[in-house]
């Protein structure tokens, strides 16, 4: 079960997720339960680390164009090497601007800048081996198209 890891660098946040933490903490001990889900981990704890050679498919919902559609991507040694456009938006993408295609670290970049430039919101969810599964990012929640989702599936890496 993927686990997720949502960032709010906002004041009024604070006590909201304190309270959250609270009730966690009561319904747990109410429960009788005391050990954490083998696939919750804590955000600091999901660390993944890009293999060598892999395969994903990207789903682009939100965002900037040009990288709205769905796309088959092979990585390998840090670089995009092939897409293929799995859609008339992503055979569009592929076909005008295929360098904006972005691999899974790339995207765990933009995770991590849209955090150090205090997005509004930051969701990530990820899978039991740490790599995300998908991505959600709204930079001012009250400006219309700023906003990127990702749905990252069908991992594979390559030997």
Known sequence: MPTTTA???RPRALSTVATAGALMCAISAI????????????PSALVWKEP?????????????RPLIGTFRVTVRDGKVVKAVGLDDSGRHVVDRSPHHIPTITDLLQQVEAAREEGADTVDVTHAADGRPVSIAMDWDEDA????????????????
Do not use: F
């Not at 429960?31 to 696939?39: F, I, K, V, Y």
């Not at 060598?52 to 900037?64: D, I, K, N």
């Not at 219309?144 to 030997?159: F, K, R």
């Open 52 to 64: 060598a050679s892999y395969t994903y498919t990207l789903r682009s919902t939100q965002g900037e």
């Open 144 to 159: 219309i198209d700023d906003e990127a989702a990702y749905a990252l599936s069908d991992y594979e890496a390559l030997g």
């Open 7 to 9: 960032v709010r660098p």
């Open 31 to 42: 429960s009788g339960c005391s050990e954490e889900s083998p696939t919750t981990t804590k």
